[in-house]
């Protein structure tokens, strides 16, 4: 496994794990009150920092473990990363300016500020996962 898939899967592994997390917090937070009252901007920049920690962490480890068995493969990369990359970026694009549209419409009708952060934040979380899938599924099956 090439660095860039094994950096893909470590940032599919920690959104899938920290951004429910976020919501379960967040669920917590208001009780039986309305979701709006809920302090989550702390909430929000904590998650999101400990997602890039808990990635670059576990790209770290996972880089070490495979340096240890073969260095070459530790960071080895060629034209078919750049190229993967390149698609997944794409996919995640796309899914964000359906998610920007849908932020405009919020603003638009005046929605609560909770929700419109919050719909920016879910947008990202997606849009990461479904490039992350993108990717692991070009490596795993090549580009079309």
Known sequence: ?????????????ASVVIVPIYVIVVLQQAGDGPLTDV?????MLWTVGIAIAATIVL??????????RDREAATRSDIRDRDIEQMGGRVEHSFLVLVGLGVIVLCAVGADVFW???????????STVLGGIARILAYRRGLV
Do not use: C, H, K, Q
């Open 1 to 13: 496994m090439v660095y860039a898939e094994r950096t893909t899967w470590a940032t599919l592994i």
């Open 39 to 43: 302090d989550w901007f702390p909430l």
């Open 59 to 68: 790209s770290i480890l996972w880089g070490l473990i495979v340096g240890i």
């Open 116 to 126: 419109i952060a919050n719909a920016m934040f879910v947008g990202f979380a997606v």
